[in-house]
């Protein structure tokens, strides 16, 4: 039997930097293996802070949380700015790793569609109509997890537009903001006039560095009354991130940044290459990624919901990929293939969903 080739999950397959290696190493034998300070290293805030500072955001190392992962900063912040019956507007579609923490808290999440013959952009119109007085926050992800797509100037000002007139809460999901291709650069929305003090920015290093298995994330607070809430929060979960982990991450953030440009090099000749197989496949449609590690296939003309479609091609090709509706209603009909595999196992696991199509 063929081996199962898994090309769905944003796994990135390159070992992380040596540099971020030998400084964990480093820092576990210099004995940093104790609690230490519980709002983290202030080194470690200051690089995230320099970080978006290069940006154009003004960051305060005291508003900085440090999170195991970004998954828990997603959790942390939706449970600090809402409650129970409240409203969150998503993009559809959207991570579907939302969902979940949503479910949890009891918080509605509303989705507001995003037009795939137009590049996955979403219409600033549809924020005010699905707008209601339970609407607390907009929830954006640029480049976004399953589209690949870049947020530009014109979707930034129309949001902030938005949240100033209703006086709602942006929460902005940056994990994939150094991996951009064409040209595409990302932007934050705090850098806009009056969005910095109603933006929460979710970030984190699994991604740009290949850390994913690291688990370090981080919060950006647009003050300290929310900071204190996270923190209170933080103090009540996870109370701190391991000293040797921080001292890993600040080699990250002020190390040599080479390697990512690798990276984010050899993602996008996979990405063209993932294109291109998939443009040569019959009754498929593609976007193409802006960003991030993502293609987001219509595969609907074969006539399966995507749910099927991801067991039909699991079955008949021995391929894992993520079926479209966990994204949202827009993802019906789609499936999610990330580049971030091998260009092997891409490409045999391309060849294979294409002979499984043939099929049908």
Known sequence: MKRLISIGGGEPEYKTPEHVIQAMKKAMDDGHTHYGNFRHILELREAVAAKYQKLG????????????????????????????????????????????????????????????????????????????DKTKALLICSPDNPTGAVLDDEDLKGIADYTKEKDKWVISDDIYDEITYDGHK???????????????????????????????????????????????????????????????????????????????????????????????????????????????????????????MAKYIRDEANVAITPGHLFGKNGEGHIRNAYAQSMPDLEEGLSRIKKALAKL
């Open 57 to 132: 955001v003004d960051v305060d190392p005291e508003l900085v949380i440090i999170t195991p992962g970004s998954t828990m900063g997603i959790f942390m912040v939706f449970d600090a700015l809402m409650k129970r019956g409240d409203d969150l507007l998503t993009m559809d579609p959207a991570f579907f790793g939302y969902y979940q923490p949503i479910e949890y808290l009891g918080i509605n999440a509303v989705p507001v569609p995003r037009h795939k013959e137009e590049g996955w952009k979403f219409h600033t119109e549809d924020l005010y109509e699905k707008t209601t």
């Open 186 to 308: 990302f932007k934050s929305i705090a850098t806009l006039p009056g969005m910095q003090e109603r933006t929460v920015i979710l970030n984190g290093l699994s991604k740009t560095y290949a850390m994913t298995g690291w688990r370090v994330g981080y919060i950006i607070a647009p003050n300290k009354e929310l900071y204190d809430t996270l923190f209170t929060t933080q103090m009540c979960t996870f109370l701190v991130l391991n000293a040797a982990l921080q001292r890993a991450s600040i080699a990250a953030l002020t190390g040599p940044q080479d390697c990512v440009k690798e990276m984010v090099a050899k993602y996008e000749k996979k990405r063209d290459c993932v294109l291109d197989a998939w443009n040569d496949i019959p009754k498929v449609t593609v976007t193409k990624p802006e960003g991030a590690f993502y293609t987001f296939p219509d595969l609907s003309e074969y006539g399966l919901s995507s749910p099927k």
